[in-house]
């Protein structure tokens, strides 16, 4: 809890740098350029000066990319919706009430970010570049692509604190590594679904949905307390009734680092069966800002973002929910690569929703749907001891690999790479 403190207030930092400097150090933009050629496009912005800047994205139509930018100053003409090409179907500028500019990209066909970089002035170029290169992909290729949000507010510490201008540098191409103390244990919460006076779905045979999501729950917990590095907190390990807000505050409590609820689906069509996982939806993520303001509970990471303002509290909350977004979606895909082959899968099996259970603004969660109980051979396999221990398994091995990619260490400037 003590490095989520500590790393949440270099957070508080730069959302309060952003909101004071406002436009005081504005950089201009100069234009927008695309490079299509074939199932790759180039993005590239050239900028009077060196752009400070943050790369986020939701899943809205075939996908949006966001491109933030602290102080960038845009023509009017800028503001207006502009045509794109290649994967991008349109794209415009918006100011923001922090005083810095927001860059949409809508896309035509949904792309994959494969490099983000700037290229500083040279050999008679007086500009900046801002490159971002595009591959096709779905869109849970999309959605993992994306910087995490925490390292791009290093970035914007390090340069929108700085004491002069002269001084401000765009980021380097390394990535400078925030290793986690060794001995540190994530903190992983595991969700058996329903209980108590609730017992979910029911079997052709009268299994109850309630019992072998907590089945499931405590084989999980076993092969992750005998790994060893984890500390492992249950929801519940009885048959007891949990509201899902319960859930959920008992998750933020404990400093979860991950958050995985066990379900089981039911369809009236008795021949549809595999499993499936959920991330929050755009939807939900509205819904989950909303909640916080309507219940006053304006927190994240142990703070509450609302002591600073509307204005820096509100980015804040914003930075958080991308950040938890991004997380989700990516350990959603470390999951369904290692279920693959375990346990049946439904077609499209990355799945969104508003699920009140997923609604935590600084906990990378997913709601996995293990099988249809309302299948008789998805209820039996709910019933096996064999098949619980096999896919429980392949999650424990998801959450290792989570966070040895992507929970091992936390990057202090955007990913970049080499231009053509």
């Given at each position: ?8 207030i270099?957070?508080?930092i730069?959302a309060?740098?952003?909101?004071a400097?406002?436009?005081?150090w504005a ?6 350029r ?11 912005f050239d900028?009077?000066?060196?752009p ?24 009017t ?8 090409k290649?994967?991008?179907a349109?794209y415009?500028?918006?100011a923001?009430s ?13 792309a994959?970010i ?8 040279k ?5 900046h570049r801002l ?6 992909a779905?869109?849970?290729?999309f959605?993992?692509?994306?910087p ?8 914007v510490?390090?340069?929108?604190t700085?004491?002069?201008?002269d001084i ?12 986690l103390?060794?001995?540190?244990k ?13 017992p979910?779905?029911q079997g052709q045979?009268g299994?109850y949905?309630?019992n072998?999501t907590?089945?499931?729950a405590?084989?999980l917990?076993a ?8 500390d ?10 949990l509201?899902?807000d319960q ?14 609820s ?6 009236a069509a ?8 959920y991330?929050?939806?755009?939807d939900?993520?509205?819904?989950s800002a909303?909640l916080?303001?309507?219940?006053g ?23 958080a929910?991308?950040a ?11 999951l ?11 077609g499209r ?9 997923l609604?935590?603004?600084d906990?990378p969660?997913v709601?996995?749907e293990?099988?249809?109980?309302s299948?008789?051979k998805d209820e039996?396999n709910l ?13 424990a ?8 990619e992507?929970?091992g260490?936390r ?10």
């Amino acid at each position: 809890m003590k490095l989520r403190r500590k790393f949440w207030i270099s957070v508080v930092i730069a959302a309060s740098s952003l909101a004071a400097t406002g436009g005081a150090w504005a950089e201009e933009l100069l234009g927008v350029r695309f490079g299509p050629n074939g199932d790759a496009t180039r993005v590239v912005f050239d900028i009077a000066g060196a752009p400070i800047y943050s790369i986020s994205g939701v899943e809205t139509g075939e996908g949006r990319l966001i491109v933030d930018f602290a102080g960038l100053s845009v023509s009017t003409a800028d503001l207006a919706d502009h045509p794109g090409k290649g994967h991008i179907a349109r794209y415009g500028f918006a100011a923001r009430s922090d005083g810095g500019v927001r860059a949409t990209f809508d896309f035509k066909k949904t792309a994959r970010i494969s490099k983000a970089f700037v290229l500083e002035p040279k050999d008679g170029v007086k500009k900046h570049r801002l490159v971002i290169d595009l591959q096709t992909a779905d869109k849970q290729g999309f959605i993992a692509s994306l910087p995490a949000q925490y390292p791009d507010l290093t970035a914007v510490i390090e340069q929108a604190t700085a004491p002069a201008p002269d001084i401000l540098q765009t980021p380097t191409p390394t990535q400078k590594e925030v290793a986690l103390a060794p001995q540190e244990k994530r903190v992983v919460v595991i969700d058996a679904g329903h209980g108590g006076t609730d017992p979910g779905a029911q079997g052709q045979s009268g299994t109850y949905e309630k019992n072998v999501t907590l089945a499931a729950a405590l084989e999980l917990a076993a092969i992750l307390k005998k790994r060893g590095a984890y500390d492992v907190v249950m929801t519940r390990t009885k048959d007891a009734k949990l509201k899902p807000d319960q859930r959920e505050t008992l998750a933020r409590n404990a400093g979860a680092n991950l958050f995985v609820s066990l379900h089981a689906d039911a369809i009236a069509a008795q021949a549809v069966r595999g499993g499936s996982v959920y991330t929050l939806s755009t939807d939900g993520t509205a819904r989950s800002a909303k909640l916080a303001k309507a219940e006053g509970n304006y927190n994240v990471y142990d703070l509450d973002v609302a002591e600073y303002g509307e204005e820096v509290g509100g980015i804040m909350f914003d930075l958080a929910q991308g950040a938890t977004h991004t997380g989700s979606s990516r350990f959603a895909e470390k999951l369904l690569e290692n279920l693959a082959g375990k346990t049946p899968l439904l077609g499209r099996s990355h799945r969104t929703g508003d699920l009140r259970v997923l609604l935590a603004p600084d906990v990378p969660a997913v709601l996995f749907e293990m099988a249809f109980i309302s299948n008789a051979k998805d209820e039996a396999n709910l019933n096996s001891p064999v098949w619980r221990k096999r896919t429980m398994k392949a999650v424990a091995d998801s959450i290792d690999q989570y966070f040895e990619e992507y929970g091992g260490q936390r990057f202090a400037a955007n990913s970049a790479g080499g231009a053509d």
